[in-house]
């Protein structure tokens, strides 16, 4: 075991932390659109000087860092306080899906514009009616001369609003059982058939939408993976979306327990001692999860799979996410309530996190089917 | 950074796992814990190997090797449940070597290395030990007090009363001293060792208990189908894991921090000892109640398990007290340690 970081690990770091101080933008600016430009700029700004994509391979126009160091990346970005890049999707999902899957002409023609964000992504999966059972969904693709004719709503679509592409999971053939007829094809927005419609959440904004699309077309080219095999892709996807999410969450939690620790602070209730079983308790749970995580990378680097610790990381983020921010409240006491646009914002906001990016309970299905081996219910 | 075993702990950690469910197997191992005994041919052989002096120095008759080598055996013996002095005589070395003069140190290290003298430890309160483990059969027992000093005492200064546990694997007396002469300096790092070593030890019982309630649902049906199908359970087991691995994290963290970097052990040795106070409690009492009826049964093994999860989590300090030492450390330096 060696818990510190190697030479080759620290001298990535410390360049990294040099060109952030160097080049970090300072606050973002407050507003749906002017936060989203200030996160486009930064991204082109990192995509300028080699910091975008920093594991995807260097063929494609990343850095062709390895795990560990992109762990680093996510979390000097997070220490930095650096916005994220605006193309958060394609660069975590949508880019490894199509390296992993995509033609030759797909990675020609995709993968530049995503490191650039010249053409921003959103993730067409979830719908009304499937949700969990992602499977069951029922927007229809039918062939027509040359592509297909796309029909169908769904929905929770985050920066849709912003999009150019998604990643669009569609049903191919109706009469195949459900994991095997549907196909993933990337879908242009800029289309009158694709309506986008924003959904304002509990916080009061709208970081996600509603889609509607009344026969949209997509040529063939833009089939990912092959037709009839849109599950298999769509794990891939999902996969990235839960492994590459635990790094920058980790510090984020750890940055605001010292938010935290420091409220406690001012409140006056350092010698409270349920407060204080609190802090205890999150301190280490944070601990915790970034250990896990760590443990997580080290298997993978060792064995090319992820073990049973990347599992559970995305369930146990948002547990412990959720209780750091009602401790706050707690902590606040009477004025808690009041809109601060810090921590009731937080706490709010952290009530997504056991939904989004799978449920807790499919989470706990997960581990307990795939880790554990215990029978599926069927 | 590398969260991996060196291949030398691989091989030590495989050879324990070996030896003691050769050395421990069911049958064996109820016929100790309902007798209160140990078995002295066994120790006699983990002295042989070299495991009571895996972390003492060479020059006191030790291998020389690390706390991360003690967590490793620490966890199998946990997870074999294995009744055994070793425990208490590892906590005496770590006492000794961390805070003893160079006369203890060699006045006692060398018995506790060979395992021929074994020591304890125990923590005052109000004058007296009230749990100390193995001290009847001690040939050194050291008593730490609340201000990290301590002293050391052989059988002929002090009164030692057998006491009963729920924890029947392992031997328990109350201790008050008579005689005795001080440590040489602080114990806050021996005693953060020890608690290391207990959070590994309840992480081998947990992962044992969590095995036991997996291979149940697994086997056992209820309306026709393996209870393991269904969600109240399978939720029930996936938290099992969760908290294992939890518990595994902290206490490696904890350990390559007391032969790294000990300025972070304190802190780590807490939040391991906090946390696997914890899930070995949950973890064990889960896997009772998914054992149902027959988890409750004296004929079950698995309470053997779930009391010494129980009794290690309020040794050297339960989990409230060390959680509130991790938020005192937290508060005290304002911010959340390691961000
Ligand atoms: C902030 C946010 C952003 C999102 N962004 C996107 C996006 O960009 N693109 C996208 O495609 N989707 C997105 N989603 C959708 C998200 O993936 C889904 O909300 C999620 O998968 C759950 O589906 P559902 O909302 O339909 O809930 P349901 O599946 O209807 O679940 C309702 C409840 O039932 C439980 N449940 C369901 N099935 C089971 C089961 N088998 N066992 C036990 N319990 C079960 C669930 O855990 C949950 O508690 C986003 C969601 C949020 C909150």
Redesign the interface.
């Given at each position: 075991?060696?818990?510190?970081?190697?030479p080759k690990?620290q001298a990535f770091r410390d360049e990294l932390r040099a060109w952030m101080e160097a080049n970090h933008p300072g606050e973002e600016p407050e507003g749906d659109e002017a936060a989203f430009e200030f996160r486009t700029a930064w991204q082109r700004k990192c995509h300028e000087d080699g910091w975008a994509g920093i594991s995807w391979p260097k063929e494609f126009g990343g850095r062709g860092a390895t795990l560990?160091e992109q762990a680093i990346f996510n979390e000097e970005t997070v220490?930095a306080k650096a916005p994220a890049q605006a193309n958060v999707l394609a660069l975590a999902m949508g880019g490894p899906t199509v390296i992993t899957h995509g033609s030759e002409e797909q990675k020609q023609r995709f993968l530049d514009p995503i490191l650039s964000a010249d053409e921003i992504w959103c993730q067409g999966f979830s719908e009304p009616d499937s949700g969990s059972d992602l499977a069951s969904l029922k927007t229809r693709a039918v062939k027509s001369n040359g592509g297909w004719k796309v029909t169908g709503q769904k929905v929770w679509t985050t920066f849709a609003h912003h999009a150019k592409w998604c990643m669009l999971v569609a049903r191919t053939d109706q009469d195949a059982p459900k994991h095997q007829g549907l196909t993933y094809f990337l879908m242009d927005m800029e289309q009158e058939a694709v309506q986008v419609r924003p959904l304002v959440q509990i916080t009061g904004e709208a970081e996600f939408n509603e889609l509607f699309i009344e026969e949209a077309e997509i040529p063939d080219e833009n089939v990912v993976g092959g037709v009839g095999n849109g599950w298999g892709v769509a794990i891939t996807t999902l996969m990235h979306e839960r492994a590459t999410l635990a790094f920058g969450l980790q510090?984020q939690v750890?940055?605001a327990?010292?938010e935290?620790?420091?409220l406690?602070?001012d409140e006056g209730l350092?010698d409270d001692?349920v407060?204080?079983?609190r802090?205890?308790?999150l301190?280490?749970?944070?601990?915790?999860l970034?250990?896990?995580a760590?443990?997580g990378?080290?298997q993978i680097?060792?064995t090319g799979v992820p073990g049973?610790?990347g599992s559970?990381g995305k369930?146990?983020w948002s547990d412990v996410n959720q209780s750091l921010t009602e401790t706050a409240m707690e902590v606040r006491g009477p004025e808690a309530p009041v809109v601060d646009g810090e921590w009731t914002y937080r706490f709010l906001r952290a009530r997504a996190n056991s939904i989004e990016g799978g449920t807790t309970?499919i989470l706990?299905?997960i581990?307990?089917?795939r880790?554990?081996?215990?029978?599926?219910?069927r | 950074m590398n969260f991996d075993f060196t291949d030398d702990q691989h091989a030590i950690k495989r050879t324990a796992k070996e030896f003691l469910a050769a050395r421990y197997k069911p049958e064996r191992l109820r016929e100790l814990a309902e007798a209160g005994e140990y078995d002295d041919a066994v120790w006699a052989e983990m002295a042989e190997l070299g495991w009571a002096g895996i972390f003492i120095d060479e020059q006191h008759g030790g291998q020389g090797l690390g706390i991360v080598e003690l967590v490793i055996l620490m966890e199998e013996l946990g997870y074999a449940l294995a009744p055994s002095p070793f425990f208490a005589n590892a906590a005496a070395g770590l006492v000794l070597q961390g805070a003893g003069t160079d006369e203890q140190k060699q006045r006692w290290l060398p018995g506790i290395a060979s395992g021929e003298g074994t020591g304890t430890v125990g923590v005052l309160r109000d004058g007296g030990a009230p749990l100390v483990p193995d001290a009847d059969t001690a040939a050194v027992l050291v008593l730490l007090d609340e201000n990290g000093g301590g002293t050391v005492v052989t059988g002929a200064d002090a009164e030692i009363e057998p006491r009963a546990t729920i924890d029947s694997t392992r031997r328990f007396s109350s201790v008050r001293a008579t005689g005795g002469e001080p440590l040489g300096s602080d114990t806050e790092g021996a005693r953060a060792a020890i608690c290391t070593a207990l959070a590994a030890e309840l992480t081998g019982v947990a992962q044992r208990a969590m095995e036991m309630a997996v291979e149940y649902a697994k086997d056992r049906k209820q309306f026709d189908r393996p209870i393991g199908a269904y969600q109240a359970v399978s939720h029930r087991c996936a938290q099992m894991l969760l908290e294992v691995e939890g518990a595994r994290s902290t206490t490696y963290y904890a350990g390559w921090a007391a032969d790294n970097e000990p300025e972070s052990l304190p802190l780590a040795a807490s939040m391991a000892k906090a946390y696997a106070s914890d899930a070995g409690w949950r973890v064990t009492a889960s896997s009772l109640q998914v054992h149902g009826g027959i988890g409750f049964t004296w004929e079950h093994d698995l309470h053997f398990f779930l009391k010494r999860a129980k009794t290690d989590g309020h040794l050297f300090g339960g989990a409230r007290e060390h959680r509130d030492r991790v938020a005192g450390l937290a508060l005290r330096s304002g911010a959340a340690v390691g961000a």
């Open positions: 075991m060696d818990l510190t970081l190697s690990e560990i220490r510090v750890k940055i327990l010292a935290l620790v420091q406690v602070r350092d001692p407060i204080r079983q802090i205890g308790q301190v280490t749970e944070a601990e915790v970034r250990l896990n760590y443990r990378l080290t680097m060792k049973p610790e559970l369930w146990h309970e706990k299905n581990v307990a089917e880790v554990l081996g215990l029978p599926k219910l | -």
